[in-house]
């Protein structure tokens, strides 16, 4: 098959031809359809994810139809459209046996443990337990959008967040997370504003259905300027960039009592970020986390697009090949792309 491949850390990834994976007995092996291009692929190639074993194909946000099905697998046939979350559950620990499959002790992630779908077919582990299925109305662009930024945040904001309507949510950076979450915070009927430095990111932002925007480069304090807007501070935050910034302006802009949920991978140099901790204290400020969202809560959120009232496919940026996906890989970090990339030809 073809397959997008480095051999080292921050090298230049080669189109090259590898062989095809076989299923293992409870897995399945997918022809990948369509793979989205993440920010958190670029933290791999550059060397942040220690789970990487080199040489290594990226790519975790995918959806396709099954091409082979191991022997232990029940639910799933040759030919069944199907996605899967970035975080896949081992089904026999007691995170998974509580629900909590992104947060599993053993998980594997398609793109990091092991080979993933910058290519024409990627192997899933434990298929009955994570694999996800498509309604037909949904094309493989838009599913494979969903698969990292777009479940996550749905996590952030619904499960982790518990956003509710007439609540105030700050979203800190509208890359393809942020984006996502504005989308999703406004269809639960919050009012959402909107913070980057870009003006173009922005007005995606207001057409998500942010109600107010600031520009971080245009104002004196991102904090105030958010207070000022909220009359207070808002009731839910999110750091959807992943920056020592980001963090800390997310948790400031916070009414009492709020919840600050970090969505952005913090690695490397900004894996310790500075927290005002005597606010957090003061105003009993909640800080979570949100790792991806399990399988079983696919349905909740797919319902809402089959509903209209959350419409994924806006998110979509550009649509380029997997040889085009070596560059939009290498400049993920530049952030040059509004809205999501997917590989969509392969």
Same mark, same amino acid.
């Given at each position: 098959m073809k397959a997008i491949v480095y051999e080292a850390f921050s090298a230049p990834p080669q189109l090259n031809t590898v062989p095809d994976p076989t299923p293992e007995a409870h897995g399945v092996v997918v022809k990948v359809q369509a793979t989205g291009v993440c920010r958190s692929d670029w933290h791999g190639w550059v060397g942040h994810d220690t789970d990487i074993v080199l040489p290594h194909v990226p790519g975790h946000e995918l959806a396709g139809i099954v091409e082979a099905v191991g022997k232990d697998v029940s639910q799933w046939r040759v030919g069944d459209r199907v996605t899967v979350p970035f975080v896949g559950g081992c089904g026999a620990c007691p995170e998974c046996h509580s629900g909590n499959q992104q947060v599993c002790e053993k998980q $594997?992630?398609?793109? $990091?443990?092991?080979? %993933?779908? $910058?290519?024409?077919?990627?192997? @899933?582990?434990?298929?009955?337990?994570?694999?996800?299925?498509?309604?037909?109305?949904?094309?493989?662009?838009?599913?494979?959008?969903?698969?990292?930024? $777009?479940? /996550?945040?749905?996590?952030?904001?619904?499960?982790?967040?518990?956003?509710?309507?007439?609540?105030?949510?700050a979203v800190h950076g509208c890359g393809g997370v942020g984006l996502s979450a504005i989308m999703i915070a406004n269809a639960v009927g919050a009012?959402?504003?909107?913070?980057?430095?870009?003006?173009?990111?922005?007005?995606?932002?207001?057409?998500?259905?942010?109600?107010?925007?600031?520009?971080?480069?245009?104002?004196?304090?991102?904090?105030?300027?958010?207070?000022? @807007?909220?009359?207070? %501070?808002?009731?839910?935050?999110?750091?959807?960039? %992943?920056?020592? /910034? /980001?963090?800390?302006?997310? @948790?400031?802009?916070?009414?009492?009592?709020?919840?600050?949920i970090q969505v952005g991978l913090m690695l490397a140099e900004n894996s310790t970020p500075a927290i005002p901790m005597s606010k957090v204290i003061a105003h009993e400020l909640e800080i979570l986390g949100s790792h991806g969202m399990q399988a079983h809560r696919y349905g909740a959120m797919l319902d809402m697009v089959q509903a209209g009232k959350l419409a994924p496919e806006k998110l979509i940026g550009k649509r380029i090949s997997l040889e085009q996906s070596i560059d939009a890989l290498m400049n993920m970090d530049k952030f040059e792309v509004a809205g999501v990339t997917v590989v969509t030809e392969f």
């Open positions: $594997f992630q398609p793109g $990091f443990t092991h080979w %993933g779908s $910058f290519a024409e077919y990627v192997s @899933i582990h434990k298929a009955d337990l994570n694999l996800v299925a498509l309604p037909e109305t949904l094309d493989f662009a838009t599913a494979a959008s969903l698969g990292c930024r $777009f479940v /996550t945040s749905f996590r952030a904001v619904v499960d982790q967040g518990k956003t509710s309507a007439g609540q105030w949510v009012n959402v504003v909107a913070i980057d430095i870009s003006d173009e990111k922005l007005a995606m932002a207001r057409a998500m259905g942010a109600v107010a925007t600031v520009n971080a480069t245009k104002v004196a304090n991102v904090v105030e300027a958010v207070t000022e @807007i909220t009359k207070g %501070g808002v009731h839910v935050s999110l750091d959807a960039l %992943g920056h020592p /910034t /980001t963090c800390f302006n997310s @948790i400031s802009n916070l009414r009492r009592r709020g919840k600050h």
